[in-house]
C-alpha cells in the first residue's frame, strides 16, 4: 500500500467507524436518544476527522519536506537534505533514495564541471596552436616575398662592389665602397631575419640520420660552453640509460636545442644550474627536458611564447624568432615543444621527438 | 679544373641577369633562362655544367622541371636556388639527387663553393 491509500483508508476507516456507530444509535434508541446519538455521532465523527488529519500530518509533512529538498537540488543547492527521523519505513527509505540520489548527482555535477573546464582549455590551446600555425604560414610567405627583392638588391650591390674592385681610384671611391657595404650589410640583417623565419638556420638540407639523443645532448652542451662559463652558470646532465636511437635531422633538432638552452642560460642568475634529462616517455616517443631555476614565464606571457617577434628579452638582444622558428622545427621534424613554468620557480621546457622520422613512417607505410 | 658553364634559371630577370654578370666576373661561362620552355631549349642546346634553378616558377611544378633536366642533362648537376623551400620540396630535390639547396639572398662566396663542388663532383663523375 502506498503513502497515499494508507492515508486515504485512515480517513475512509474513521468516517466509517463514525457513521456507523451514529447508525446503530439511532436505530436502537428510541426518538429522545434520537439526539443523544446524533451528539455522539457528531464527537464521533468529529473523532474520524481527526484522526483523519493527524494521519494525513504526520505523512503529508516529511513529504512536503522531501519535495522541499527535491526542489532545492533541482535548484543545484546540494546542500538540501533529506527530513529527518521518520517512524515510517517508507519515507525513511525514500528519504534514503533522495540522498543516494542527491550525492550522486552532486559528483557528477562536479566531474562534469572539471571536464567543461578541461574542454575548454583544451579549446585554447587548440585556438592558439592554429593561430600559431597561421602565423607561421603568413611569416613564410612574407620572408619568401621578401626574399625576392632583398636578393637582387642583394646582387645589385654586389655587382657594383665588384665593379669598384676593378675600377681605378676616383673622387668619393671611398665613401663610394662604405656606402655599398651599408647596403650589404643591411641586406645581411634582413636575410638573418627572413631566413631564420622560414627555420633555415644553417643549412636547408634534410638529412635523417640515427642519433644517440645523449651525444647530441652532449655536443649542444660543448658547443654552448662558452656562452655557459660567460654567464657562470652550471650544465647538469641526466641522461637515460638504454634509450632507443632516434631519426631525425641532427642539425635541425640542435639548432631547437641550442635555442632553448642558449634561454635557459639567459634566465639564470649568476650560479645557476641547467639541468638537462633525456628520457623514453614510451616505445615511439624520446624526451629531452631542459630545466632551468630562473624567474619563471608569467601565465600571460607564456601563452605568447612562440608567437614570431614576442620576446621578454631587452630591446635588441633577442629576435623574438628563437623559440617560434624552434616551434617550426619541432614540427617539421614530427616533434613538438611544451613548456611549463611558475613564477619564481622556474621553466621547464620539453622537446618530444618520434623515434622514427616522419619520412620513414611514409616510406613504411 | 676548368670553372664550370653555369645555367641559371629564374624567373627574376633583374636577379637572374645580375648574377649572371657577378659569376661571369669571376670567371664562370654563365647565362641565364626566364621561363621553362627558355631553360628546357638552353639546357639542350649548350648542356651546362651546373644549372642553379628557381623552383618557384611560374606556370610549372617545380618539382616536375627538375626531374625535365635531369633527364636532358644526365652528366650536369643541378642546385636548387629559391626564396623559400619547404620541406616536402626539399625531400624530393634530394630524392631527384639535386646537389644542393641554397636559399635567396645567397652569400657570393657561399654560391661559388656550392658551383665549384659541384663542378668538382660532375668531372670525377665523368672520369670514372
Avoid at chain 1, 464521533?44 to 527535491?70: N, V
Avoid at chain 1, 622558428?325 to 621534424?333: E, Q
Wanted: with cysteine.
Amino acid at each position: 500500500m502506498s503513502v497515499h491509500q494508507r492515508f486515504f483508508a485512515g480517513f475512509v476507516l474513521a468516517l466509517a467507524g463514525g457513521a456507523l456507530v451514529g447508525v446503530i444509535a439511532t436505530a436502537g434508541l428510541g426518538q429522545a436518544g434520537a439526539s443523544a446519538a446524533a451528539g455522539v455521532l457528531g464527537v464521533l465523527l468529529a473523532a474520524g476527522i481527526a484522526a483523519a488529519h493527524y494521519l494525513a500530518r504526520r505523512i503529508s509533512a516529511p513529504l512536503r519536506e522531501l519535495e522541499e529538498a527535491m526542489h532545492r537540488v533541482a535548484q543545484g543547492d546540494f546542500s538540501a537534505s533529506a527530513p529527518g527521523p521518520t517512524h515510517d519505513a517508507e519515507i525513511a527509505s525514500l528519504s534514503a533514495s533522495f540522498t543516494q540520489m542527491r550525492d550522486n548527482l552532486k559528483d557528477t555535477m562536479i566531474s562534469l564541471e572539471l571536464a567543461v573546464e578541461n574542454l575548454h582549455d583544451k579549446q585554447e590551446q587548440l585556438v592558439e596552436v592554429e593561430k600559431l600555425a597561421s602565423l607561421g604560414r603568413v611569416a613564410a610567405g612574407v620572408a619568401h616575398e621578401i626574399n625576392n627583392p632583398l636578393a637582387v638588391i642583394n646582387e645589385k650591390a654586389g655587382l657594383l662592389q665588384d665593379f669598384l674592385e676593378v675600377s681605378g681610384d676616383f673622387k668619393h671611391r671611398e665613401r663610394f665602397g662604405a656606402l655599398l657595404e651599408g647596403i650589404t650589410d643591411s641586406v645581411k640583417r634582413c636575410r638573418t631575419i627572413t631566413h631564420r623565419l622560414l627555420g633555415f638556420a644553417r643549412r636547408v638540407e634534410v638529412t635523417v640520420e640515427p642519433l644517440d639523443l645523449n651525444d647530441v645532448v652532449r655536443r649542444v652542451c660543448e658547443y654552448l660552453e662558452a656562452d655557459r662559463a660567460a654567464k657562470g652558470v652550471a650544465f647538469e646532465l641526466r641522461p637515460a640509460e638504454g634509450l632507443p636511437t632516434v631519426h631525425t635531422d641532427r642539425v635541425e633538432f640542435e639548432q631547437v636545442l641550442i635555442n632553448i638552452v642558449k634561454n635557459a642560460i639567459d634566465a639564470l642568475p649568476a650560479g645557476g644550474t641547467v639541468v638537462l634529462t633525456t628520457r623514453a616517455k614510451n616505445q615511439r616517443w624520446l624526451q629531452v627536458v631542459i630545466a632551468d631555476t630562473g624567474p619563471g614565464i608569467p601565465a600571460d606571457q607564456l601563452k605568447r611564447l612562440f608567437e614570431p617577434f614576442f620576446t621578454t628579452k631587452e630591446k635588441g638582444k633577442g629576435t623574438g624568432l628563437g623559440l617560434f622558428v624552434s616551434h617550426g622545427i619541432m614540427k617539421k621534424l614530427g616533434g613538438r615543444i611544451l613548456v611549463e613554468s611558475a613564477v619564481g620557480v622556474g621553466t621547464n621546457f620539453t622537446l618530444e621527438l618520434p623515434v622514427r622520422h616522419v619520412t620513414q613512417e611514409i616510406a613504411s607505410a | 679544373m676548368p670553372k664550370a658553364r653555369v645555367l641559371l634559371i629564374d624567373d627574376e630577370r633583374e636577379f637572374a641577369a645580375t648574377l649572371t654578370e657577378r659569376l661571369g666576373l669571376r670567371g664562370y661561362e654563365a647565362s641565364a633562362a626566364f621561363t621553362a620552355e627558355e631553360a628546357i631549349a638552353a639546357v639542350a642546346a649548350s648542356a651546362p655544367d651546373v644549372v642553379l634553378l628557381d623552383l618557384n616558377l611560374p606556370g610549372v611544378r617545380g618539382v616536375e622541371l627538375l626531374m625535365t633536366l635531369r633527364q636532358l642533362l644526365p652528366q650536369g648537376e643541378i642546385i636548387l636556388l629559391s626564396g623559400h623551400l619547404d620541406l616536402a620540396e626539399k625531400i624530393e630535390g634530394v630524392r631527384l639527387d639535386a646537389f644542393g639547396l641554397l636559399l635567396k639572398p645567397v652569400v657570393m662566396s657561399e654560391l661559388t663553393a656550392k658551383i665549384d663542388a659541384a663542378q668538382a663532383k660532375r668531372r670525377t663523375h665523368a672520369a670514372r
